[in-house]
């Protein structure tokens, strides 16, 4: 009982998604966490996805992964977001309920073979001659394993803030990780602060909705899993949007003082991207309202999420900026909004594995690498997790790159950059999105994924089955031939209006941009056409988007030449002439794995590159 092959600590998103994952891929894994209850918790929003984070969801799918099946299994407001743009950018976003979401994660857990939870607190790592050989519980009880996966969170040295008062916390209601916080900060690693906010929880029948915008879900409701459905999802519930005013504006300057960000009583920096909402009516002065999201905790509970307005204000200011919202005038705060400052670890730290470079066989994920959201810790913890099984099996690590997945930009830009505030996944990160699309990710990872064995047959069978309709369904639209003035012309002609001037395959008709799939299968001869709608669209989608897509595979082969090129560990960079200092000390700190991560180290030259080039060569 004691003794396992991978040990994952914490059971947060990347927890879980760490546990779930070294399991499948074959490890005898143990869950340690503060509390089974807890397992899958939403700490903040209970929404999954949205642009960027919606990509890492279909890929964590792709991959095996629990998040989109246990946000089908729970959401409530579903939305695909930038639905009128290209489907480079188009994301998916449901709003859940709380309490299924958290049972959903708690099913997979409870149920996956080859994996145990054990509830204890975890106060030090067990470290001997470089490598991690196990973990030791607040009790005193020692647990062994080949590799361990760190996944912390907020939790540890975990400090919240209302207005002036300050507590140790992991989150609200919730003891901090402060021993193993101590013990680490003792180790081998580069540990700095960062913050995180969020709002007061409301009783939604205080609210007076009829002031309000009603904000449906879409249709046709978007499905997050290759394997979920919508008869998966809950009843379904719309969301509102109420607006701050001047009002709303003045109470929260007049608070400033007693605000533990203005007041300099916290050091840690906060999430840009979700800033709080007395940091917008600083920043951004000549604004006179900010939009408030009202969103449904569940179906089951009266508390409501006012998505927009996070806030470290003492309650009383709290109280009072709430009230003055339209609607809000009698509102009745569940629980205050709070700030949390946390440790976190320099990422630059890691290895693309999210391995450790200090300590053999430890793995860090999720919010502790300065992260911000379920789905940047969920991914992560899936990479860390299937690289912890593999590092005890003795297989080399996996990783992907950043034309494969969103999850290679993330820990790319992660053990490349580092980061200074929670970094949070966006569509712009993405030099090669036209590849890395929602629709399109388990055509990307779920083949490699079924090699790294995280697939299960289910998920392999369904893949093979879609894959070979999209083949079959192009095969079929590139053997009709559309003459002009040929029968099949003129049926296309009174359908659509389209008169082709020269004669193509039905498949290359679909490049025309007024001419989608459904209008071509409607067309008497051409159709009728497959029934399953994610096979159309792979189908349309890889007609009208080929020209795009062979320039940037082009332009990622230019790329590759020298991306996997392997630098060594103990590549000797201050002995480089040519290379200036500064060079020499970032290649040092960062000690990049290949030529690529080291291509992408802030004021790395295409001169300093080929010096590098030259030096390998001569040590070869
Ligand atoms: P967590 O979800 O925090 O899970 C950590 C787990 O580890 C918990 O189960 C904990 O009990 C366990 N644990 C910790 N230490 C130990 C130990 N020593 N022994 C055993 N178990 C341990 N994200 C956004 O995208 N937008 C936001 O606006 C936002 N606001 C937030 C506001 C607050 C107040 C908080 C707390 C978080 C917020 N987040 C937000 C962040 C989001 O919650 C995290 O990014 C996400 O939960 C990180 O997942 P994780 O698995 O890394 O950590």
């Not at 792979?538 to 090129?565: F, L, M, N, P, S």
Request: charged share 25%.
């Amino acid at each position: 009982m004691l003794s396992h092959e991978v040990i994952v600590i914490g059971g947060g998103h990347a927890g879980t998604e760490a546990a779930l994952a070294a399991a499948r891929a074959g490890a005898r894994t143990l869950l340690l966490t503060h509390s089974i209850e807890t397992i899958g918790q939403m700490s903040c929003n209970p929404a999954i996805g949205g642009i960027g984070k919606g990509h890492l969801v279909r890929e964590i799918d792709a991959l095996g992964g629990a998040m989109a099946m246990a946000a089908d299994a729970a959401g409530i407001q579903w939305r695909t977001l930038n639905a009128s743009k290209g489907p480079a950018v188009r994301a998916t976003r449901a709003q859940a309920d709380r309490a299924l979401y958290k049972a959903a994660i708690r099913r997979m857990v409870e149920h996956q073979p080859n994996l145990t939870v054990f509830q204890a607190a975890v106060d030090d790592l067990v470290i001997e001659g470089g490598r991690v050989r196990g973990a030791i519980t607040q009790s005193g009880l020692r647990f062994e394993a080949a590799a361990v996966v760190l996944t912390a969170g907020t939790f540890l040295a975990g400090r919240i803030h209302v207005g002036l008062q300050n507590h140790p916390g992991g989150r609200a209601g919730e003891a901090p990780a402060t021993t193993l916080a101590q013990r680490l900060r003792e180790g081998p690693f580069v540990v700095d602060r960062l913050k995180t906010g969020t709002p007061p929880r409301i009783d939604g029948r205080t609210l007076d909705y009829s002031v309000m915008a009603e904000q449906p879900g879409d249709e046709p409701r978007p499905v997050f899993s290759f394997l979920g459905s919508r008869e998966q999802h809950p009843r379904q519930v719309s969301c509102w949007i109420a607006h701050t005013n001047e009002r709303t504006h003045e109470i929260i300057r007049g608070g400033l003082d007693r605000s533990p960000m203005y007041s300099g009583a916290i050091e840690g920096v906060g999430p840009r991207y979700c800033p709080s909402i007395e940091d917008k009516v600083v920043r951004f002065a000549d604004k006179a309202s900010h939009q408030v999201f009202v969103e449904p905790e569940g179906l089951d509970t009266i508390e409501i999420y006012p998505n927009g307005i996070s806030t470290s204000l003492p309650f009383d200011v709290q109280l009072a900026l709430v009230r003055s919202i339209r609607g809000f005038g009698n509102a009745v705060i569940t629980r205050p909004g709070y700030a949390i400052e946390y440790d976190y670890f320099d990422p630059r730290g890691l290895n693309a594995s999210l391995e450790t470079k200090a300590v053999e066989g430890l793995f860090f994920a999720g919010q502790i690498n300065g992260t911000t959201g379920y789905e940047e810790a969920a991914a992560q913890g899936l990479l860390a997790g299937l690289n912890a099984a593999r590092h005890v099996m003795q297989r080399e690590p996996w990783s992907p790159r950043r034309d494969q997945a969103y999850l290679g930009v993330l820990v790319d830009d992660l053990v490349t950059h580092g980061t200074t505030e929670p970094y949070r996944m966006f569509t712009s990160r993405a030099e090669y999105r036209l590849q890395l699309r929602e629709d399109n990710a388990d055509e990307r990872l779920t083949p490699v994924g079924r090699e790294l064995g995280l697939v299960c047959d289910a998920r392999w069978d369904a893949w093979s089955r879609k894959a070979a309709a999209i083949a079959a369904e192009r095969a079929r639209l590139q053997a009709i031939w559309v003459a002009p003035g040929g029968a099949l012309a003129q049926a296309l002609e009174a359908a659509t209006g389209i008169a082709p001037s020269r004669e193509g395959t039905a498949l290359d008709l679909m490049k025309r941009p007024e001419l989608d799939y459904a209008a071509l299968a409607a067309v008497p001869g051409l159709g009728p056409g497959v029934d399953d709608a994610a096979v159309a669209e792979q189908v349309e989608i890889g007609v009208k988007y080929a020209g795009y897509v062979e320039r940037q595979r082009e332009e990622i082969e230019r790329q590759r030449r020298h991306e996997d090129t392997r630098l060594p560990a103990d590549f000797d960079y201050a002995g480089l002439p040519g290379l200036s200092a500064e060079l020499q000390a970032k290649l040092a700190q960062v000690r990049p794995e290949t030529i690529g991560q080291a291509q992408r180290i802030p004021g790395m030259t295409p001169a300093a590159i080929s010096l590098l080039l030259v030096a390998l060569a001569r040590r070869k």
